[in-house]
């Protein structure tokens, strides 16, 4: 079986990458991204321990939608997932000009063209995820506050807990939604690694409290698979 690096090699546009952001080409043109229907959703969602991962879902009717920036389109929000590390460094799947951060939140979309993620993986405009870089700080970040209480919640694999879609709140500020980002053609970073995803990456980390994103809780409690 071929390993990760072994795949990247033979692809063109394999993902996470490092990024060099003063030699990114700046495209005046773009837009800032348009959120539908986050925060401001009145459906609860679902956050799971999978054994891998912190997941979360909205279970709605109407799922929330990002669309604008380099998307031709809208996107229907899928899942939302994180990756983190034992350090405030390398938690991060993107580096940013050579600096790695404390964990990274994906949320995943899928082309509102096609019928669902499962479909749209197999077309090279099927998925657009937007990615944040997490930075560990000494003071806490109370918008984190729900959704860090439902962590600890779920410390078990398949554990899970109902969250309300305000535990998104965090990401309704200018600097976060309006910020400057770093887009590319890229894959999943996960097999079979198909090269489907259009990757935005937002510059400016979110801040939250080193005891919010305390390794002790999230690997050792969270994440029982390390």
């Given at each position: 079986?071929?390993?990760?690096?072994?795949?990247?090699?033979?692809?063109?546009?394999?993902?996470?990458?490092?990024?060099?952001?003063?030699?990114?080409?700046?495209?005046?043109?773009?837009?800032?991204?348009?959120?539908?229907?986050?925060?401001?959703?009145?459906?609860?969602?679902?956050?799971?321990?999978?054994?891998?991962?912190?997941?979360?879902?909205?279970?709605?009717?109407?799922?929330?939608?990002?669309?604008?920036?380099?998307?031709?389109?809208?996107?229907?929000?899928?899942?939302?997932?994180?990756?983190?590390?034992?350090?405030?460094?390398?938690?991060?799947?993107?580096?940013?000009?050579?600096?790695?951060?404390?964990?990274?939140?994906?949320?995943?979309?899928?082309?509102?063209?096609?019928?669902?993620?499962?479909?749209?993986?197999?077309?090279?405009?099927?998925?657009?995820?937007?990615?944040?870089?997490?930075?560990?700080?000494?003071?806490?970040?109370?918008?984190?506050?729900?959704?860090?209480?439902?962590?600890?919640?779920?410390?078990?694999?398949?554990?899970?807990?109902?969250?309300?879609?305000?535990?998104?709140?965090?990401m309704n500020?200018?600097?976060?939604?309006?910020?400057?980002?770093?887009?590319?053609?890229g894959s999943?970073?996960?097999?079979?690694?198909t090269e489907?995803?259009?990757?935005?990456?937002?510059?400016?980390?979110?801040?939250?409290?080193?005891?919010?994103?305390?390794?002790?809780?999230?690997?050792?409690?969270?994440?029982?698979?390390?």
């Open positions: 079986m071929l390993t990760a690096e072994q795949i990247s090699k033979l692809r063109a546009s394999q993902s996470p990458i490092a990024i060099a952001v003063q030699r990114c080409p700046t495209w005046s043109s773009l837009e800032p991204l348009v959120f539908k229907r986050y925060w401001d959703n009145e459906s609860n969602g679902v956050l799971l321990n999978t054994g891998q991962t912190a997941y979360f879902t909205l279970d709605s009717p109407s799922r929330p939608r990002i669309s604008g920036g380099p998307l031709i389109g809208e996107y229907i929000f899928e899942q939302m997932h994180f990756h983190w590390s034992v350090d405030d460094f390398t938690g991060c799947e993107h580096v940013l000009d050579g600096h790695g951060y404390a964990a990274e939140c994906h949320l995943v979309h899928y082309n509102s063209k096609y019928e669902s993620l499962e479909a749209a993986v197999a077309h090279a405009d099927g998925l657009a995820v937007v990615g944040y870089l997490l930075e560990a700080v000494d003071a806490p970040n109370p918008s984190f506050d729900m959704f860090v209480e439902g962590l600890e919640q779920i410390k078990k694999p398949e554990h899970s807990v109902v969250l309300s879609a305000e535990s998104l709140a965090w500020r200018e600097d976060v939604t309006s910020g400057s980002y770093v887009t590319y053609k999943l970073t996960t097999p079979p690694y489907c995803v259009t990757w935005i990456i937002y510059e400016k980390p979110v801040q939250i409290g080193t005891e919010q994103e305390d390794a002790q809780i999230i690997y050792q409690n969270v994440l029982n698979y390390i």
